[in-house]
């Protein structure tokens, strides 16, 4: 697991990199991301970084969040008709969202399956991304 210290220089260098400077407010976030890898929409990450930064407002949260994601600590995750969800794995992975629980789950993908996807494109097609998301129902934990 990575410690506090290391994803504070991660964070302060990737935002230096970035032209952006590390602010207690963006920490806090970070922190909130690392430590319950949840995919949790905005408001969740603001009612648990509450209790560690009272005075922080919901749209500091979404401004937080948002240069995260520009400066590609976070991916924002979006399920149609839902809020987005903020993932710290930046790993190539799919993703599983349980409609019964609205949970979601990281999906490990095998090596090359990225590039396999990719190469279905007509020619001169160049994706940047690919997002493979599964929906339906997790197993129910016994």
Known sequence: ??????????????????????????????????????????????????????MISLATVYNCLETLVQCDLVRAVNFERGPTRYCPNLRPHAHFHDEATGATHDIELPPGMLDQVKAVLPPHFDATSVEIIFRGKAPSKA
């Open 1 to 54: 697991m990575v410690s506090n210290t290391d994803s504070s220089e991660a964070l302060a260098q990737r935002l230096s990199d970035s032209g952006l400077r590390s602010t207690p407010q963006r920490e806090v976030i970070y922190s909130v991301l690392l430590k319950k890898r949840d995919h949790p929409t905005a408001e969740d990450v603001f009612a648990r970084a509450k209790p560690e930064m009272p």
